[in-house]
């Protein structure tokens, strides 16, 4: 039995939906850094406290990407987001 190649990789796309998130948080909030170092420092704490939400398969990626639409997924990728970047204006990491 051949296995056929998938063109897809693995994908996390509750990242995905956190980077698009932060994308918006970082708009509205002027008092919070941009800096590379500091949205990557806020993407990791807040994804710790995430639940991952992998595919490697087209079907996959359509079905997580319906479940994202929920609000409650959401308001619970903004409100991790949003205590993480507390966490890094209190204690940033990059060097002015």
């Known amino acids: ?4 190649k998938s063109n897809r990789k693995l994908v996390n796309y509750m990242e995905e939906l ?15 850094c941009g800096c590379p170092d500091c949205r990557e420092d806020i993407m990791a704490i807040a994804l710790n406290h995430l639940p991952a939400k992998y595919s490697r398969t ?3 990626a359509v079905y997580l990407k319906l479940q994202g639409l929920d609000g409650q997924i959401r308001a619970d990728i ?3 987001l949003e205590k993480a970047i507390e966490k890094v204006k209190r204690n940033p990491r990059h060097h002015d």
């Not at 039995?1 to 056929?4: I, P, V």
């Not at 918006?24 to 909030?29: A, E, I, P």
């Open 1 to 4: 039995m051949e296995k056929r």
């Open 18 to 32: 956190a980077a698009q998130e932060l994308e918006h948080l970082l708009k509205r909030s002027p008092y919070v």
């Open 58 to 60: 087209e079907a996959g």
């Open 78 to 80: 903004a409100a991790e």
